[in-house]
């Protein structure tokens, strides 16, 4: 049982849990806004999310300590009332049908959101069906948006669909040319690398990307729906534990104001985020499976690399180059089986689609970043070292100040990408949406102190085969 202890490398457990509730707060506000695009508003709630992660790992204030546990509910409440406020006020989807039906939706977001705030203040075992309430309601509302919304605008969403009806067919989906909906009229590809309506380059994301959206695609037409199923098997194993604290992150989570929109836009981090939650799983409940867990995660995106350095907040016993090294390695192992036979089919078209494609990509002036803020008033783009300085700060931050366990690893590395995502050329609302998510799950398996009885078994001491750093 992974416990955050009462100090850890001289911060407190309350402040740490309120920063990451906090930061996911504030991230999901931020993509609220014009869509995860740039505004001084979104900004805004960008650099209070920088804030309050610094903050979770720096401060000790004695007063949260004492009153963390008991504040827990009322806080969580007040941010899922403007959670679902905000649900009911803004259409969850840019594409949606004119006949779609908004008052189902409508009924699905009240009920989801009632379930959610009861489920905070219920006892134990009360909490167990709330939390199946909003699952059923959070799946039922991505198929809605999946049938309200059937075919989305968006180069994401046909890359998928082209890219999977190619790997149906038995072609390499790397090396065929995708279409370019917008036909050269947005300035999002790299200059040159379209023609006559083509896009020249394949799949832009991994090859598990590719595996885990083709049973929604050959079952259902589309791979929303292996995204949808990815989101809810995420929210389930945020419930898990059944606790306050965990069904106060689970119930954040479904109601995330643009998780829908996410969804709409078939951005591949549903698919991220479930693994992620996979390793934060095995790592509490199944540790013979972690290398998978780890291995799945590490194949899932392209930026997954910077998630290696968390990896000592994974290691159960004394912390050696040779238990990080049982680790990674049959992890690595399990990411090759899944990248390099789609690599020795045509090497030449997967770097071009999965690498240089992304490296050769425009910086983005309408990106939610401080570069491109910075460009709005200079007119020059800084260099994109600045990110990976972000990331190599805020890595060794979480390593120093987090104790070892599956909540340390989750929202230690959000906390390694928010920085590192702030810091980008390109910075939009599904990298944001990870960070958000993979802090709640990090609150859904922290543990503190609580003077709740049903709770009670959440306070036991660690075992003590499971050091903390």
């Known amino acids: ?3 955050i202890p009462r100090t850890t490398g001289g911060h407190d457990e309350g402040t740490l849990l309120y920063g990451w509730l906090l930061t996911a707060f504030a991230v999901n ?3 609220q806004h014009r869509l995860g695009m740039m505004s ?3 900004l805004a709630w960008m650099l209070a999310a920088g804030a309050f992660a610094l903050w979770g790992l720096l401060a000790r204030p004695a007063w ?7 504040a827990l509910p009322w806080v969580a409440v007040g941010m899922l009332a403007v959670q679902v406020w905000q649900l009911l006020s803004v259409p969850p989807g840019v594409y949606l049908a004119p006949d779609a039906a908004v008052g189902q939706y409508h009924a699905l977001v009240i009920c989801v959101g009632l379930a959610a705030a009861v489920g905070l203040f219920a006892g134990g075992r009360g909490r167990p069906w709330l939390a199946a309430v909003v699952l059923a309601g959070t799946g039922l509302l991505g198929a809605w948006l999946i049938r309200s919304s059937p075919e989305p605008l968006i180069d994401t969403h046909v890359w998928q669909q082209v890219s999977l009806q190619a790997l149906a067919a038995g072609r390499n989906p790397y090396a065929i040319e995708l279409p370019d909906i917008y036909q050269g009229r947005a300035p999002y590809y790299p200059e040159g690398w379209t023609a006559g309506g083509r896009c020249l380059w394949g799949y832009v994301y991994m090859p598990l990307c590719l595996l885990l959206g083709l049973p929604g695609y050959l079952l259902g037409g589309d791979v929303r729906w292996s995204l949808l199923a990815a989101g809810v098997l995420t929210l389930l194993v945020a419930f898990w534990k059944g606790n306050r604290l965990a069904m106060a992150a689970g119930a954040l989570m479904a109601t995330s104001p643009r998780l829908l929109f996410v969804l709409e836009q078939s951005w591949t981090e549903l698919f991220v985020v479930w693994a992620m939650a996979l390793v934060v799983f095995c790592a509490e409940r199944a540790r013979r499976l972690l290398p998978v867990a780890l291995g799945l995660l590490l194949a899932s995106k392209q930026y997954s690399i910077v998630f290696l350095p968390l990896v000592p907040l994974l290691i159960d016993g004394p912390l050696t180059w040779r238990a990080v090294a049982r680790l990674i390695v049959p992890a690595g192992a399990v990411a090759a089986l899944l990248t390099v036979p789609f690599l020795l089919v045509d090497p ?8 240089q494609f992304h490296l050769a990509s425009p910086f983005r002036p309408d990106a939610l970043s401080l570069p491109a ?7 020059s783009v ?3 070292i600045w990110a990976w300085v972000g990331w190599v700060v805020a890595a060794g931050l ?6 070892r366990g599956a909540a340390s690893f989750a929202g230690g590395a959000a906390a390694a990408m928010l920085p590192f995502v702030m810091l980008a050329k390109q910075a939009f609302a599904n990298y944001y949406f990870f960070i958000a998510w993979s802090l709640l799950l990090a609150c859904a398996y922290a543990e503190f102190d609580t003077p709740h009885g049903d709770d009670a078994r959440d306070t036991a001491p660690p075992p003590t085969t499971g050091a903390a750093a």
């Open 1 to 3: 049982m992974t416990r």
């Open 29 to 31: 506000q931020a993509i």
């Open 40 to 42: 001084v508003v979104a």
């Open 64 to 70: 949260l300590e004492r009153r963390a546990a008991t």
């Open 348 to 355: 030449s078209a997967f770097i071009r689609s999965t690498i």
């Open 373 to 379: 803020a910075w460009y709005a008033f200079t007119r």
């Open 382 to 384: 800084p260099s994109g």
């Open 398 to 403: 979480a390593v120093w100040r987090l104790p």
